[in-house]
């Protein structure tokens, strides 16, 4: 029986070291799989990324673009002796030769205020009351 005994162990021991080597080698498949899938995913998600960048910066270089036309404009009219002559109009009050500046004044007309009526608070009334009332 003793033999029979060993017999039996011994495919009983072999089944744990098979599990064993299964569940290892079904890690090792995993992990192998898993760095596969983010080595192929990683530049997909690097790209997308900067597609977005890309994306963005195109937008604001569209903006820039604009301001920079209209601040070339504004630049060109700067430049016109109309222009200038109009501030130098407004702004700093000069005038030709031949003209006679005039100032008109306008005179800021005082309207009558109505005269502030003072109003009591509760209690002064109520001792306004009171004395009139009780004290004669």
Do not use: C
């Amino acid at each position: 029986m003793s033999s029979r005994s060993k017999v039996h162990k011994l495919p009983v021991r072999r089944k744990i070291r098979l599990k064993n080597q299964r569940t290892i080698r079904t890690i090792v498949i995993l992990a192998v799989l898993t760095l596969a899938i983010s080595w192929i995913f990683a530049p997909t998600l690097r790209l997308i990324k900067e597609r977005s960048l890309n994306k963005s910066l195109k937008q604001q270089l569209k903006k820039v673009y604009s301001t920079n036309v209209d601040l070339r404009k504004d630049l060109k009219m700067l430049k016109t002796a109309s222009y200038i002559e109009l501030k130098a109009r407004s702004d700093l009050g000069l005038i030709k030769p031949d003209e006679i500046q005039y100032y008109v004044l306008t005179k800021k007309i005082k309207t009558k205020s109505k005269p502030k009526v003072k109003t009591k608070k509760w209690y002064e009334k109520t001792l306004d009351f009171i004395e009139v009332t009780f004290v004669k």
